[in-house]
């Protein structure tokens, strides 16, 4: 994911419930609400609804946020389809203004969400800021199907909770126990620590054992007052905190070797926790 930079600060949302201010900042509700004119435009039939994902869902986005939407389709893209959709995005990151730049999001077609088996598949995918829509499993995660169902904000098209079924908890907790130690070993070859990763490996590392523990989604910022309040994050506290607090920070300050050592310690904390929840 590229580092972001500081924006307007979002409001609360509702989900499942379609609003004429989904997010409360009236330039991202103008890119959202274009999107989903574009969207309907290019798909015609095959257009079933524009949702929210990510923090904007989860009711804790800040000024470090980006933007996360689904589009949900009847089908695969045609490149019929495909072709205003490119354009669409490949010329809106360029354009004047703030929150154009701050989409992140994919193309999932419905037969494949609704399918757990379809995790992992490539769906049309445009990376935060990026021009370029193009195949990526990026969106296509257990994560996104919990976070659609129970907290999606829906632009346009059917509620969220009628496209696909309960993500079991046992389904999230299999993924991150898989999936931490890759982000453990990741964080690990880090060699340039700025500001924004300083802050970003606790957050994503708290969130990841929440949901291991839980079999739930928070946001990275409940995850990691979460975590400063649970016997095991004790150590870390004031470091979790003091992430949370800075986001929306500068992201290319440089970062004191004592706070890169703290983070990497839990980092290898998380990594351990998880190992021993999975096999015990």
Request: proline letters at 9%; a negative charge; charged letters at 20%.
């Amino acid at each position: 994911m590229t580092p972001p930079t500081p924006h307007a600060q979002p409001s609360q949302t509702s989900p499942s419930q379609t609003s004429p201010s989904p997010t409360g900042i009236p330039e991202l509700d103008g890119v959202l609400a274009e999107l989903v004119d574009r969207a309907r435009d290019a798909l015609g039939d095959d257009f079933v609804g524009v949702y929210l994902q990510g923090s904007f869902a989860l009711g804790d986005a800040d000024a470090e946020s980006d933007c996360d939407f689904l589009v949900v389709t009847g089908s695969a893209l045609s490149d019929e389809q495909l072709a205003p959709l490119r354009a669409f995005h490949a010329e809106l990151p360029h354009r004047p203004g703030t929150w154009n730049r701050h989409l992140e999001g994919s193309y999932a077609p419905v037969g494949e969400l609704a399918d757990l088996d379809a995790v992992g598949r490539p769906w049309q995918y445009v990376d935060h800021g990026h021009d370029t829509l193009g195949p990526d499993p990026h969106c296509n995660t257990e994560v996104t199907r919990w976070i659609l169902r129970h907290h999606g904000v829906r632009l346009a098209g059917s509620p969220p909770e009628s496209l696909l079924p309960a993500v079991p908890a046992a389904a999230l907790q299999a993924r991150m126990a898989a999936e931490i130690p890759d982000a453990v070993q990741a964080w690990e070859r880090q060699e340039r620590w700025l500001a924004w990763d300083a802050r970003y490996a606790p957050a994503t590392m708290a969130r990841m054992w929440f949901t291991q523990v839980h079999g739930e989604v928070v946001s990275k910022k409940t995850a990691m007052r979460w975590l400063a309040a649970r016997p095991e994050g004790s150590e870390w506290a004031a470091l979790l905190e003091a992430a949370a607090l800075a986001r929306g920070g500068p992201y290319d300050a440089p970062v004191a070797d004592e706070e890169v050592a703290a983070v990497r310690r839990l980092v290898r904390a998380v990594g351990r926790w998880s190992a021993d929840l999975a096999t015990g």
